[in-house]
């Protein structure tokens, strides 16, 4: 459910109001229910959220996706039994291996949207959550934040899951296939990173970290 929030008059106290971090236009001060939004008049930008502990949940939630993203790393994605041969693969194994042909293109794509630009992801939104969820903000916030919203688009985990489930389906006549740990733990990243995003109010970590300055 949206909430439009009406512009001030100059005679009003400016305490009262927020500004959309988008296009600077003055809102007076939403107070929302639980699963009611408010939005800028102007260009649409998320103002508040009914949420309450969204920086609790969602900090729990992106502490989940970490360990769950290192599991990903970690341990094998997939195992096939061939001929009475056995092999498996991590996630970094089968990017590595893709040296061989030559790929380099797409060995170095697949390290940085695989990890590195989750992980920078990750790392930006903790360094913000955990201060922020025990009432401090850290130094640099706004900078992490943005960050952290620049690298979500380029972690690729939701396209992996579908490569790996095209690989299961494929093979499957030619081999057996075992699915490892890490299949398991991409389903736990997959759905851990999405519930965080969606558990936390980037308006109200915007007003954190303006009240702060
Ligand atoms: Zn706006």
Same mark, same amino acid.
Request: hydrophobic share 55%.
């Given at each position: 459910?949206?909430? #439009?929030?009406?512009?001030? !008059? /100059?005679?009003?106290d400016?305490g009262k109001f927020?500004?959309?971090?988008?296009?600077?236009?003055?809102?007076?001060k939403?107070?929302?229910?639980?699963?009611? &939004?408010?939005?800028?008049?102007?260009?649409?930008?998320?103002?508040?959220?009914? %949420?309450?502990?969204?920086?609790?949940?969602?900090?729990?939630?992106?502490?989940?996706?970490?360990?769950?993203?290192?599991?990903?790393?970690?341990?094998?994605?997939?195992?096939?039994?061939?001929?009475? %041969?056995?092999? !498996?693969?991590?996630?970094?194994?089968?990017?590595?291996?893709?040296?061989?042909?030559?790929? $380099? @293109?797409?060995?170095?794509? &697949?390290?940085?949207?695989? /990890?590195?630009?989750?992980?920078?992801?990750?790392?930006?939104?903790?360094?913000?959550?955990?201060?922020?969820?025990?009432?401090?903000?850290?130094?640099?916030?706004?900078? $992490?934040?943005?960050?952290?919203?620049?690298? #979500?688009?380029?972690? +690729?985990?939701?396209?992996? +899951? /579908?490569? &790996?489930?095209?690989?299961?389906?494929?093979?499957? @006549?030619?081999?057996?296939?075992?699915?490892?740990?890490?299949?398991?733990?991409?389903?736990?990243?997959?759905?851990?990173?999405?519930?965080?995003?969606?558990?936390?109010?980037?308006?109200?970590? $915007?007003?954190?970290?303006? !009240?702060?300055?």
């Amino acid at each position: 459910m949206s909430v #439009s929030l009406t512009p001030p !008059s /100059l005679s009003q106290d400016l305490g009262k109001f927020v500004a959309c971090h988008d296009c600077d236009l003055l809102h007076a001060k939403p107070s929302l229910a639980v699963g009611t &939004v408010a939005r800028c008049r102007r260009c649409g930008a998320v103002l508040a959220q009914g %949420r309450p502990d969204h920086l609790l949940r969602s900090l729990t939630l992106t502490l989940a996706a970490l360990i769950f993203f290192v599991i990903v790393n970690a341990f094998p994605l997939l195992g096939l039994k061939l001929g009475g %041969r056995e092999t !498996s693969m991590t996630l970094l194994d089968g990017a590595l291996e893709l040296r061989n042909y030559g790929m $380099w @293109d797409v060995v170095i794509l &697949v390290l940085l949207t695989s /990890l590195l630009f989750p992980l920078l992801h990750f790392l930006a939104l903790l360094y913000i959550l955990i201060p922020m969820a025990m009432g401090r903000i850290p130094p640099g916030a706004a900078f $992490w934040f943005r960050a952290a919203g620049l690298f #979500s688009p380029w972690g +690729m985990i939701g396209v992996y +899951m /579908l490569g &790996v489930l095209v690989a299961v389906v494929k093979l499957a @006549d030619l081999a057996t296939v075992v699915p490892g740990v890490a299949v398991f733990a991409l389903g736990g990243l997959l759905f851990c990173s999405t519930a965080a995003g969606y558990a936390l109010d980037p308006a109200d970590v $915007w007003r954190r970290i303006g !009240s702060a300055r």
